[in-house]
């Protein structure tokens, strides 16, 4: 099947899901905050009693960087300037969206996104790494290796980690959006984490250390929720502000919807907006919007 047929099929299924979506409009109630507590999980939380010291896999330089305003400032604004362009149909074979999210900087991702960096590996969390409001966080992870004698700042590296998630966009299919696997199995997981549809905050941490005559800069981010399975990566229509799901458009962004309900727990609802599973006990969030 073409990709012409393919987007005309994926346009239509999405046309249903917005009628649908539309008629079940209403007002909701914002969560009553609580301050969290990651000890209280049935199971090993990354953030419970953490020891603060790197992994072995760290070397002695290791350090976490802080992430002061202007660095998460560019985080997200780059971010956003991505899911803009994909929104809005800028990329091949890709439809736009009638509802992605603008990301904010949410804090409590960041100190958790903190934690996982200083292991100083790129594997998957092995503990629990839910967050206030994030009951299903998505992950990325990526580390750049350069002679310490070449001139580089924290901000270059850091554009050149999402310019590498973004351009994973060169093996995706329609069908990615759904199936969530590249053209001949090439992996673009991080692509779909960026341009996850609902997803309204992340969150990241940096550790810097040196190896011999190399410099490392790894960044691992957590995300509100990541593409649930056989769902959607994106709600798919034709513009922004056809529903009550997406009822206006960001002033700087205008394909993305300013998240107007941001105490809604992204990992409970699909990509319309409806809830899947019952919402968990609310907890403190801190979240800023650039």
Same mark, same amino acid.
């Given at each position: 099947?073409?990709?012409?047929?393919?987007?005309?099929?994926?346009?239509?299924?999405?046309?249903?899901?917005?009628?649908?979506?539309?008629?079940?409009?209403?007002?909701?109630?914002?969560?009553?905050?609580? *301050?969290?507590?990651?000890?209280?999980?049935? %199971? +090993?939380? &990354?953030? @419970?009693?953490?020891? #603060?010291?790197?992994?072995?896999?760290? %070397?002695?330089?290791?350090? &976490? &960087? *802080?992430?002061k305003p202007d660095l998460s400032k560019a985080i997200v604004? #780059?971010?956003?300037?991505?899911?803009?362009?994909?929104?809005?149909?800028? &990329? +091949?074979?890709? +439809?736009?969206?009638?509802?992605?999210?603008?990301?904010?900087?949410? *804090?409590?991702? !960041?100190?958790?996104?903190?934690?996982?960096?200083?292991?100083?590996?790129?594997?998957?969390?092995?503990?629990?790494? /839910?967050?206030?409001?994030?009951?299903?966080?998505?992950?990325? !992870?990526?580390?750049?290796?350069?002679?310490?004698? %070449?001139?580089?700042?924290?901000? %270059?590296?850091?554009?050149?980690?999402?310019? /590498?998630?973004?351009? $994973?966009?060169?093996?995706?299919?329609?069908?990615?959006?759904?199936?969530?696997?590249?053209?001949?199995?090439?992996?673009?997981?991080?692509?779909? $984490?960026?341009?996850?549809?609902?997803?309204?905050?992340?969150?990241?941490?940096?550790?810097?250390?040196?190896?011999?005559?190399?410099?490392?800069?790894?960044?691992?981010?957590?995300?509100?929720?990541?593409?649930?399975?056989?769902?959607?990566?994106?709600?798919?229509? #034709?513009?922004?502000?056809?529903?009550? !799901?997406?009822?206006?458009?960001? #002033?700087?962004?205008?394909?993305?919807?300013?998240?107007?309900?941001?105490?809604?727990? @992204?990992?409970l609802l699909n990509e319309e907006g409806l809830t899947t /599973?019952?919402?968990?006990? +609310? !907890?403190?969030?801190?979240?800023?919007?650039?």
């Amino acid at each position: 099947m073409s990709s012409r047929y393919l987007l005309l099929l994926l346009f239509g299924c999405a046309g249903i899901l917005g009628y649908a979506n539309a008629r079940k409009c209403m007002l909701k109630e914002p969560l009553i905050y609580e *301050e969290a507590d990651y000890c209280t999980e049935s %199971q +090993p939380h &990354l953030g @419970c009693n953490h020891n #603060q010291k790197f992994g072995a896999h760290c %070397q002695a330089t290791a350090r &976490l &960087l *802080e992430i002061k305003p202007d660095l998460s400032k560019a985080i997200v604004r #780059q971010m956003n300037v991505y899911r803009n362009i994909v929104a809005k149909g800028g &990329l +091949p074979n890709l +439809p736009t969206a009638g509802r992605m999210n603008k990301l904010g900087w949410d *804090e409590s991702l !960041a100190k958790l996104a903190g934690l996982a960096a200083m292991r100083c590996v790129l594997d998957p969390i092995k503990r629990s790494f /839910t967050a206030t409001h994030a009951s299903k966080p998505g992950y990325t !992870a990526i580390l750049t290796k350069y002679p310490t004698s %070449q001139k580089q700042t924290v901000h %270059q590296i850091m554009y050149s980690h999402l310019k /590498t998630f973004y351009n $994973q966009h060169i093996h995706i299919t329609p069908t990615s959006l759904l199936s969530g696997e590249g053209r001949n199995g090439r992996d673009v997981s991080h692509f779909l $984490q960026l341009i996850t549809g609902m997803n309204s905050r992340v969150g990241c941490g940096i550790v810097i250390f040196h190896e011999k005559e190399w410099t490392v800069q790894l960044m691992i981010c957590l995300y509100g929720c990541n593409k649930h399975p056989n769902t959607f990566t994106y709600s798919i229509g #034709q513009t922004p502000k056809i529903s009550c !799901a997406c009822p206006d458009t960001d #002033q700087e962004f205008k394909n993305l919807c300013p998240y107007n309900v941001v105490d809604e727990d @992204c990992g409970l609802l699909n990509e319309e907006g409806l809830t899947t /599973t019952p919402k968990p006990k +609310p !907890a403190l969030d801190i979240i800023e919007y650039f």
